[in-house]
């Protein structure tokens, strides 16, 4: 496929996305269980970029605005990254799909609820054939691990990681980098896993550099 129709495969995607009403108005687990609010999908497909970003789901902000990772993840992600904001947010540079498109909500205790569980077998295996060109994901939490990963994700999210070396260097394409969330609640984590910082995210910053500079 050309780069003109596979744009246009994209354009088409997108609209139909933008459009889906599915959580809402025809949830899996019945009408009680459909999305407290409107649906707003946010993911950013791209024909260009090789880096693809596979997130959880929107949090309350994004939700509003509309910009994946217009918070105080996304200052940690870009900061991981070593990309500034005008950078992450060039579809050139960078597609970002995250496991369910629309803010899923809260649950009792006032956490995010996961992504919604109808989004991914819908939309993803379509988005992810529409965008060939992607040579490394990051697979950012334990959903998109799940999902990405298939047998080589670990039981634990932080064998998963502490296993990136096998995953990076399967052959074949795409690359799958695991990531944890780059969230608030995950200090305590990094703090605790040194080897985090020194030795994945050099690799991590190498491989950016290369593919998105
Ligand atoms: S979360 Fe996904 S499947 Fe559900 S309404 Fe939003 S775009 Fe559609």
């Known amino acids: 496929m050309n780069a003109a129709s596979n744009e246009e495969r994209l354009d088409g995607l997108r ?42 789901a929107p949090g309350l902000r994004v939700h509003e605005s509309g910009l994946p990772f217009d918070d105080a993840s996304g200052d940690r992600l870009r900061q991981w990254l070593q990309v500034d904001r005008p950078t992450f947010y060039d579809q ?3 597609a970002i799909v995250p ?18 569980r109808e989004c ?13 060109q992607i040579e490394l994901v990051l697979a950012v939490g334990g959903y998109a691990q799940a ?3 298939g047998a080589a994700r670990r039981e ?15 052959p074949g394409k795409p690359a799958i980098l695991p990531l944890p969330h780059p969230s608030w609640r995950n ?10 910082e020194e030795e994945l995210l050099p690799e991590l910053r ?8």
């Open 15 to 56: 609209a139909e996305i933008a459009a889906c009403r599915i959580c809402r108005d025809a949830p899996l687990r019945g009408i009680e269980d459909r999305l407290p609010h409107e649906p707003r999908p946010v993911a950013v497909l791209s024909s260009r970029a090789l880096v693809l970003i596979a997130g959880q």
């Open 92 to 94: 050139d540079r960078f």
């Open 99 to 116: 496991m369910g498109f629309c803010f899923p909500g809260y649950d009792a205790k006032g956490s995010d609820l996961p992504p919604r």
């Open 120 to 132: 991914a077998p819908i939309w993803r295996e379509r988005v992810l054939s529409a965008m060939p």
């Open 147 to 149: 999902w990405h990963m």
């Open 156 to 170: 634990k999210m932080t064998e998963t990681v502490q296993a990136w070396r096998s995953t990076l260097t399967v």
């Open 187 to 196: 200090t305590g984590w990094l703090k605790r896993h040194p080897w985090f």
């Open 206 to 213: 190498r491989r950016i550099k290369m593919l998105v500079f």
